[in-house]
């Protein structure tokens, strides 16, 4: 039995010896050695990736939203009474100037031009008549003026018939397209003076008009070069014809008009276009349009690597925008953009910089 007792005792005191060497004895766990792995990491610089800043002359383009418009359009209407009595065109018709559009009825036009041109031949013989007394001094010469005077209200009379007669007939006011028509032959018996027979556009030259902020009037000319581009993909190239020097009450904006050859008409009027204005070239840099970031003062800037490694903030300007690229002014030539991490470093910071084509190569 003491034996045994004597055992017992000896195997508590092992299994608490076993125990307390855990807590007094220097030991290295997976914790710790995690721990020591992560202050070994936290001492090594981040790596970034940075591009070298090249600067340039860069020839800006302002790019603005527009649409193109008809440079003339006009609602044509009757200047007489009458009836309608004939449609010459159709919706789509193209017209030149001084085209018979449509017809009124008659009324006796004809017939008072007639009257008018008898009356002058009348008069006219009156007076070659008279001539000859009046000369000889058998008629007074008061007497020629008075048949002077009925010969020339005749004239006035046969003039006034025959403008009469031609506005029975209406006519385009200059080559273009009939867009519209609003009446129909023998739609109406009333009568047609003031009456809107339809509309009729130009179509050549067309035009691209935009509205301009004043912030960006500066530097546009009138004559200087201009791209617009169609909805429908089609690049037409034309010239700055117009620039306004005065601001919409309502917007507060400039009308800008770009000018477009469209002999064929194949540019219809209406439709959206994007005008490509180039301007003055200034000193510029493309940058990733993902390397801008925005500083906590509001600024828009870019990230940079000094030669010690610390990061900077450099607050740029933005000179053009492009789909994934931007031009941006306020960089020194051989500055090192930060392009890739820039959102997990701060200004102080130092880090371990990388050409952004190696990081490529590895990544490859």
């Keep these: 039995m003491k034996a045994s007792r004597i055992a017992a005792v000896g195997v508590v005191a092992a299994t608490g010896l076993w125990i307390a060497s855990g807590h007094f004895l220097p030991h290295e766990s997976a914790q710790g050695r995690a721990s020591i792995r992560s202050d070994a990491a936290a001492k090594k610089p981040f790596r970034v990736a940075v591009i070298e800043a090249q600067v340039i002359d860069h020839a800006r383009k302002l790019v603005l939203a527009g649409r193109t418009e008809a440079d003339r359009r006009v609602t044509v209407t009757a200047r007489s009474g009458g009836v309608l009595t004939e449609l010459r065109v159709r919706r789509g018709t193209r017209v030149k100037k001084g085209d018979i559009i449509a017809v009124l009825s008659d009324d006796a036009r004809k017939s008072q031009v007639a009257q008018a041109a008898s009356l ?9 008549a008279k001539r000859k007394l009046i000369v000889s001094g058998a008629v007074p010469k008061l007497e020629l003026v008075n048949l002077e005077a009925q010969l020339a209200a005749a004239e006035a009379s046969l003039a006034a018939a025959q403008a009469e007669l031609e506005r029975g007939f209406i006519r385009a006011p200059f080559s273009g397209i009939v867009n519209d028509l609003t009446v129909e032959v023998g739609g109406s018996s009333l009568p047609m003076t003031g ?44 010239k700055i014809r117009f620039v306004a020097k005065t601001a919409s009450q309502t917007t507060r904006t400039y009308r800008v008009e770009v000018e477009l050859s469209n002999p064929d008409g194949e540019i219809p009027d209406g439709i959206t276009a994007e005008v490509i ?47 994934t690229y931007m031009w941006v002014a306020g960089l020194r030539d051989g500055a090192r953009v930060i392009v890739q991490g820039q959102d997990f470093v701060r200004e102080g ?10 990081v490529t190569a590895t990544v490859k």
């Design 277 to 323: 204005i180039p301007v003055a070239s200034t000193p510029a840099v493309r940058v990733p349009r993902s390397a801008l970031t925005i500083a906590s003062t509001g600024d828009i800037g870019v990230r940079t690597v000094g030669e010690d490694g610390i990061v900077a903030f450099n607050r740029v300007n933005i000179v053009e925008d492009e789909q």
């Design 349 to 358: 910071q130092i880090v371990d910089p990388v050409l952004a084509a190696e």
């Design 195 to 238: 009456r809107e027979i339809g509309t009729v556009v130009a179509l050549d030259p067309m035009l691209a008009v935009v509205e301009v902020s004043e912030r960006r009037l500066a530097g546009l000319r009138q004559g200087e070069p201009a791209e617009v581009k169609l909805v429908t993909g089609e690049l037409v190239k034309g």
């Design 120 to 128: 002058v031949i009348q008069r006219r013989t009156e007076l070659e």
